[in-house]
């Protein structure tokens, strides 16, 4: 129930009033909350002045006025009202907020997440080596990611220690899984995942010890860990391929061989591409597609032509084993969708590989969109935002001219021919 009486409520909610309540809110807000200070009020309306002459026990004679909030506070106590400026502000609206309280008390939270990492390290024996307080001055200034909250963020940057200590203390034990690791500090064997901000406080922390560089890629990040002996998952990913055959004579140079001879694919791992000798005869063309649905058609009709398939946005392995085999003099031929995601990781595959185009021309396009339309096939809509391909600048109006998106499928018949040898 109101403190205030029901006509002087009304009155004092009056539009006369309106402005007037809304900068003091706003000012008390920012003060702390004190009836301190004056504020100015202008392009007063005649109902403005004739309402404020009676709330100010003044004339209000002017298209400005300068209200004093002690005052102001004064004058409520001493009417109908019967409440300080604070109160009747807050019968006339919600709660009042102190946000100077506010920026302090998340000011102080602030300060102990890092005065807690200080004690936090000052009480391992990582204490007083050069790199902690390297580590300690970059998270400091680069501070805790959006959304983080305080509370969280002490206990990451306790967990973060942890993990540390565990792998750069006196008593840092042999190699360990990077899961394991994550189960022991985190209680979940995906809390040193790669993007999450703990894998990266923790990677910052190996690097500055190790005096490298932080790295960029996925690649740099697994070997960072090997520095500390973590091994990381390198068997959940996989590359999927046919027809390789490298030289080199180990166990898993002929397997691939053998998987070729009898036209089948191929899954590769990352510990599978870091153990092969990925040797190809010089000038050996990969094809590269990026539906798995292209090598399978492949292997059916035993093509000869090694492939290698992106499975949509190319994982790292993926690139990884790209890389590789580009090490190696390897020439490359890229086939991908015809849709806008298509034509952005052609742009990608084709500049990083200096990637031949394979049947990825406008030409083709139209053909394609022409043939598909009179088999009956139905048609997809191209959706989203046009993106240009840098082999061909015809394509992507082409593209957007017909409005159709072709997915690999529809093209799977020439590319099983150019792979077969067949033309």
């Excluded at 504020?39 to 009676?54: I, K, P, V």
């Amino acid at each position: 129930m109101s403190k205030l009486p029901v006509a002087t409520r009304d009155w004092l909610a009056g539009p006369g009033l309106t402005r007037l309540w809304e900068a003091v809110r706003k000012r008390l807000e920012s003060n702390g909350v004190q009836a301190t200070g004056s504020l100015r009020l202008t392009s007063l309306s005649a109902q403005e002045r004739n309402d404020l002459s009676l709330l100010l026990g003044k004339p209000v004679t002017g298209t400005a006025v300068i209200v004093r909030l002690d005052a102001l506070d004064t004058r409520l106590r001493a009417s109908a009202a019967g409440l300080g400026l604070r109160d009747a502000l807050e019968e006339l609206g919600s709660p009042l907020t102190d946000r100077r309280a506010v920026r302090a008390g998340l000011a102080a939270r602030r300060e102990h997440v890092w005065s807690s990492l200080a004690s936090e390290l000052d009480a391992t024996p990582l204490a007083g080596q050069e790199w902690t307080g390297q580590w300690y001055d970059l998270l400091r200034r680069t501070g805790v990611p959006r959304g983080v909250t305080p509370e969280t963020a002490v206990r990451t940057l306790q967990q973060a220690v942890q993990v540390l200590t565990v792998l750069l203390g006196p008593e840092r034990g042999g190699a360990r899984g990077r899961g394991e690791l994550a189960a022991l500090a985190t209680g979940s064997a995906h809390g040193l995942d790669d993007g999450t901000w703990l894998a990266r406080l923790v990677q910052r922390g190996i690097a500055l010890a190790h005096g490298t560089e932080f790295p960029g890629d996925a690649a740099g990040r697994r070997a960072l860990w090997r520095l500390v002996s973590v091994t990381p998952d390198e068997v959940s990913s996989t590359v999927l391929t046919y027809g390789l055959r490298p030289v080199g004579g180990g166990w898993r140079e002929q397997a691939l061989r053998q998987r070729a001879d009898h036209h089948a694919e191929a899954h590769l791992t990352s510990r599978d591409l870091h153990n092969l000798q990925l040797q190809l005869p010089a000038g050996t063309v990969i094809h590269i597609c990026e539906n798995p649905r292209v090598v399978e058609a492949a292997a059916d009709a035993a093509c000869v032509h090694a492939l290698v398939c992106t499975s949509g946005s190319a994982a790292t392995v993926v690139l990884t084993l790209l890389d590789a085999l580009a090490a190696t003099s390897c020439r490359f031929a890229y086939h991908g969708d015809f849709d806008w995601p298509g034509i952005a990781l052609a742009n990608r595959i084709i500049r990083r590989y200096e990637a031949r185009p394979w049947r990825m021309s406008a030409e083709d396009y139209e053909h394609l969109a022409a043939r598909s339309q009179a088999e009956g096939i139905p048609q997809l809509p191209l959706d989203g935002q046009p993106v240009s391909a840098t082999w061909d600048p015809d394509l992507a109006p082409a593209m957007t001219a017909l409005g159709v998106a072709l997915h690999e499928e529809v093209t799977l018949d020439l590319l099983v021919d150019d792979l077969s040898g067949r033309k």
